[in-house]
C-alpha cells in the first residue's frame, strides 16, 4: 500500500504498536529507498480535495514530534504549492491523510482520554502542530499557536463520534518548568487547549476546563497558562458565572506560578467588565476570603492592574515556559 492514502477501517491510533524506535527506522528507511530512486516517484497521493500530490523526497519531511526530544520525528508529506501545509502523515509503511491520523475504529475512544501510547501522542502533535499550528489558524484572529509538547507531557485527547477533536495538557505541581532554571510549578496548570473550528461553541473547551478543575479537585489553587487568548476568556468567564465555587482557584500564571506571578482570573473579567461599563479603572479592596467577589493575585501588592496579563500576551512573543507562540513568530514544528 506505499505511496497509497489508506482507507481501511483501522486507523493509525488503533493499530501502532508502542515502538517509536522502530517507526523511526521504517520511515528513515522508506525516506533512503525513494532518495535513491528504488521507490517510483511517479506515485502519487490523491487528496480528498481531489488534487494529487506526487511522492518525491523534496516534498517530504522529518518533523519533530517533541519540543523536549528532537531525535524523535515524523515523516510527513507537504503541499508542493505551500510547503508549510501537511497533507499526509507515513505511519505503518503507508500514508494516511491527516483526517484519517485522527479517526478511530474503536467505539471506547470516546470523551476525554489520557494520552498514553504512541499513537495517541501522533494524534496530540497532528492536533497541535498540523491542525492549530497551520491548518486551521487563521492569522488574523487566532493570536497564538504551541510548540509540539514535550514527551512525557500529561494531556488528554478529547474524542467525539470516531475522531479527535480536541485536547489540553498540564503541567503538573512539582514538575520541572523547562526554562534551564531548576525551578518546578507550584500548583497544576492548564497550559494549552483546543478545539477544532467545526466543533466550537459546543461545550468542549469548558468540559476540558471542568475536567481539569476536578481532577485537582483538592487542590487550593489551580492555574491558567499565561497568555490567555480571548476566546479561552470568554470560556473562563461563561466558566466561572456558573460556577462560583470555583472564582477563587482559578489563577492565570507565569512560571513557576509562586504568588507575584498569579492574577485571579475572576477578578480580570470583572475589572474588565466594570471597566467596559463605566469606561474607568477601578481599584476593588477584596478579601482572600470573599470568592464571590474577583480580587487580585498577588498577597502583598497594591491594587492589581488588571491588563497585567494583556502585556505578556501582547509584548512578548513566546513567555517564559515558551510554549505558547504568538503569529509573528513564523517557527512551526516543521519547515
Ligand atoms: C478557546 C477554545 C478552546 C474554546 O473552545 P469551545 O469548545 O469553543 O468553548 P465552549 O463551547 O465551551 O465555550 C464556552 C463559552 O464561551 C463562549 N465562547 C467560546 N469561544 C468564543 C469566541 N471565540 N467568541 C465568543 N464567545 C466564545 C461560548 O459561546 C460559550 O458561551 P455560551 O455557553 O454562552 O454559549 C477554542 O476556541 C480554541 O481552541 N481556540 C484556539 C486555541 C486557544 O485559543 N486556546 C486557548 C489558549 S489560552
Given at each position: 500500500m506505499k505511496g497509497k492514502i489508506m482507507l481501511s477501517e483501522a486507523y493509525p491510533v488503533d493499530i501502532l504498536e508502542d515502538d517509536p524506535e522502530g517507526y523511526q527506522v521504517a520511515a528513515q528507511t522508506y525516506y533512503e529507498l525513494l532518495r535513491e530512486g528504488a521507490?517510483?516517484?511517479t506515485e502519487v497521493i490523491s487528496l480528498s480535495t481531489g488534487e494529487q500530490v506526487r511522492l518525491e523526497t523534496s516534498s517530504l519531511c522529518f518533523c519533530t514530534l517533541y519540543r523536549d526530544e528532537p531525535q524523535h520525528k515524523i515523516l510527513v508529506l507537504v503541499n508542493?504549492?505551500?510547503?508549510?501545509?501537511?497533507?499526509a502523515v507515513y505511519l505503518k509503511e503507508s500514508w494516511w491523510s491527516v483526517e484519517h491520523v485522527l479517526?478511530?475504529?474503536?467505539?471506547?475512544?470516546?470523551g476525554l482520554m489520557k494520552v498514553q501510547s504512541f499513537g495517541e501522542r501522533i494524534v496530540l502533535f497532528v492536533l497541535n502542530t498540523i491542525v492549530f499550528g497551520?491548518?486551521?489558524?487563521r492569522l488574523d484572529s487566532d493570536d497564538m499557536f504551541f510548540l509540539p509538547h514535550p514527551a512525557k507531557e500529561q494531556a488528554k485527547v478529547l474524542w467525539r463520534d470516531g475522531a479527535a477533536v480536541g485536547f489540553y495538557s498540564i503541567k503538573m505541581k512539582?514538575?520541572?518548568?523547562?526554562?534551564?532554571?531548576g525551578a518546578c510549578y507550584l500548583l497544576p496548570v492548564f497550559d494549552t487547549v483546543f478545539v477544532r473550528r467545526k466543533n466550537r461553541c459546543q461545550g468542549l473547551g469548558t468540559a476540558m476546563l471542568r475536567d481539569f478543575c476536578d481532577t485537582f479537585h483538592g487542590d487550593e489553587a489551580l492555574g491558567i497558562s499565561c497568555p490567555i487568548s480571548p476566546a479561552m476568556y470568554k470560556v473562563l468567564r461563561q466558566f466561572l458565572l456558573t460556577c462560583p465555587g470555583e472564582r477563587g482557584r482559578l489563577w492565570e500564571v507565569d512560571?513557576?506560578?509562586a504568588w507575584g506571578q498569579r492574577v485571579n482570573i475572576w477578578l480580570k473579567v470583572y475589572l474588565r467588565e466594570r471597566t467596559r461599563q463605566d469606561g474607568s479603572t477601578v481599584h476593588p479592596k477584596c478579601s482572600?476570603?470573599?470568592?464571590d467577589t474577583p480580587r487580585q493575585t498577588?498577597?502583598?501588592?497594591?491594587?492589581?492592574?488588571?491588563?497585567q496579563g494583556e502585556s505578556h500576551r501582547n509584548g512578548?512573543?513566546?513567555?517564559?515556559?515558551?510554549h505558547r507562540m504568538t503569529n509573528n513568530v513564523s517557527k512551526l514544528g516543521y519547515p
Amino acid at each position: 500500500m506505499k505511496g497509497k492514502i489508506m482507507l481501511s477501517e483501522a486507523y493509525p491510533v488503533d493499530i501502532l504498536e508502542d515502538d517509536p524506535e522502530g517507526y523511526q527506522v521504517a520511515a528513515q528507511t522508506y525516506y533512503e529507498l525513494l532518495r535513491e530512486g528504488a521507490q517510483t516517484s511517479t506515485e502519487v497521493i490523491s487528496l480528498s480535495t481531489g488534487e494529487q500530490v506526487r511522492l518525491e523526497t523534496s516534498s517530504l519531511c522529518f518533523c519533530t514530534l517533541y519540543r523536549d526530544e528532537p531525535q524523535h520525528k515524523i515523516l510527513v508529506l507537504v503541499n508542493p504549492q505551500d510547503t508549510k501545509t501537511v497533507v499526509a502523515v507515513y505511519l505503518k509503511e503507508s500514508w494516511w491523510s491527516v483526517e484519517h491520523v485522527l479517526r478511530t475504529s474503536d467505539p471506547t475512544r470516546q470523551g476525554l482520554m489520557k494520552v498514553q501510547s504512541f499513537g495517541e501522542r501522533i494524534v496530540l502533535f497532528v492536533l497541535n502542530t498540523i491542525v492549530f499550528g497551520r491548518l486551521e489558524r487563521r492569522l488574523d484572529s487566532d493570536d497564538m499557536f504551541f510548540l509540539p509538547h514535550p514527551a512525557k507531557e500529561q494531556a488528554k485527547v478529547l474524542w467525539r463520534d470516531g475522531a479527535a477533536v480536541g485536547f489540553y495538557s498540564i503541567k503538573m505541581k512539582g514538575s520541572l518548568c523547562g526554562d534551564g532554571t531548576g525551578a518546578c510549578y507550584l500548583l497544576p496548570v492548564f497550559d494549552t487547549v483546543f478545539v477544532r473550528r467545526k466543533n466550537r461553541c459546543q461545550g468542549l473547551g469548558t468540559a476540558m476546563l471542568r475536567d481539569f478543575c476536578d481532577t485537582f479537585h483538592g487542590d487550593e489553587a489551580l492555574g491558567i497558562s499565561c497568555p490567555i487568548s480571548p476566546a479561552m476568556y470568554k470560556v473562563l468567564r461563561q466558566f466561572l458565572l456558573t460556577c462560583p465555587g470555583e472564582r477563587g482557584r482559578l489563577w492565570e500564571v507565569d512560571p513557576p506560578g509562586a504568588w507575584g506571578q498569579r492574577v485571579n482570573i475572576w477578578l480580570k473579567v470583572y475589572l474588565r467588565e466594570r471597566t467596559r461599563q463605566d469606561g474607568s479603572t477601578v481599584h476593588p479592596k477584596c478579601s482572600e476570603e470573599d470568592t464571590d467577589t474577583p480580587r487580585q493575585t498577588s498577597q502583598d501588592d497594591g491594587p492589581t492592574h488588571f491588563n497585567q496579563g494583556e502585556s505578556h500576551r501582547n509584548g512578548s512573543l513566546e513567555n517564559q515556559r515558551g510554549h505558547r507562540m504568538t503569529n509573528n513568530v513564523s517557527k512551526l514544528g516543521y519547515p
